[in-house]
T-cell receptor
Framework: EPEVTQTPSHQVTQMGQEVILRCVPI?????FYWYRQILGQKVEFLVS????????KSEIFDDQFSVERPDGSNFTLKIRSTKLEDSAMYFC??????????FGPGTRLTVT | AQSVSQHNHHVILSEAASLELGCNYS??????LFWYVQYPGQHLQLLLK??????LVKGIKGFEAEFIKSKFSFNLRKPSVQWSDTAEYFC???????????FGTGTRLQVFP
């Protein structure tokens, strides 16, 4: 069964550094998403992406964040200058319809 | 703003016990409803979904959920749990005109043999 994959599984970075989290969505899916979960808190929506542009973003998704689908298979989330409060589990998801979403295993980001 | 509440944060059951996990949402319009499960060390997996039609939906592994519109609820049930059901369960909603999922805080289920 096809799955969403994410790399790396764990990323440690220093405050102020840029990080890129990578996702490979399921191949025939057209809608892509990033969510995050800070330890002990809810899974929160960050951004949705369709037809090579952002379709919706949350207030968390400020100018420090960007998404890209560079090559038709990968979907990336970039954080330009990481803060301590960016430490979280980041989940990528994809969907054919925009409703039923399939999640990847997540990348644990630790900002020190 | 839309929100999802899961009232049970941690549930401990013995095998063969019945399970019901509560989920309530706040949104007055049309919603799509989901239960996701996260087994230890694994990713979020879709357990079941409700879009429209029969309010009693059946999912994988013997789980079912009932949508009660008047109560804004979508409770998850299983008549007889197994040790392998030990996991975290998340209720999620998306409203019409958006595909972003709003999640509840999750319920940790521990099943003892």
């Amino acid at each position: 069964e096809p799955e969403v994959t994410q790399t790396p599984s764990h990323q440690v970075t220093q405050m102020g550094q840029e990080v890129i989290l990578r996702c490979v969505p399921i191949s025939n899916h057209l809608y892509f998403y990033w969510y995050r979960q800070i330890l002990g808190q809810k899974v929160e929506f960050l951004v949705s992406f369709y037809n090579n542009e952002i379709s919706e973003k949350s207030e968390i998704f400020d100018d420090q964040f960007s998404v890209e689908r560079p090559d038709g298979s990968n979907f990336t989330l970039k954080i330009r200058s990481t803060k301590l409060e960016d430490s979280a589990m980041y989940f990528c998801a994809s969907s054919t319809t925009g409703y039923e979403q399939y999640f990847g295993p997540g990348t644990r980001l630790t900002v020190t | 703003a839309q929100s999802v509440s899961q009232h049970n944060h941690h549930v401990i059951l013995s095998e063969a016990a019945s399970l019901e996990l509560g989920c309530n949402y706040s949104y007055g319009g049309t919603v799509n409803l989901f239960w996701y499960v996260q087994y230890p060390g694994q990713h979020l997996q879709l357990l079941l979904k409700y879009f429209s039609g029969d309010p009693l939906v059946k999912g994988i592994k013997g789980f079912e959920a009932e949508f009660i519109k008047s109560k804004f609820s979508f409770n998850l049930r299983k008549p007889s749990v197994q040790w392998s059901d030990t996991a975290e369960y998340f209720c999620a909603v998306n409203a019409e005109n958006t595909d972003k999922l709003i999640f509840g805080t999750g319920t940790r289920l521990q099943v003892f043999p």
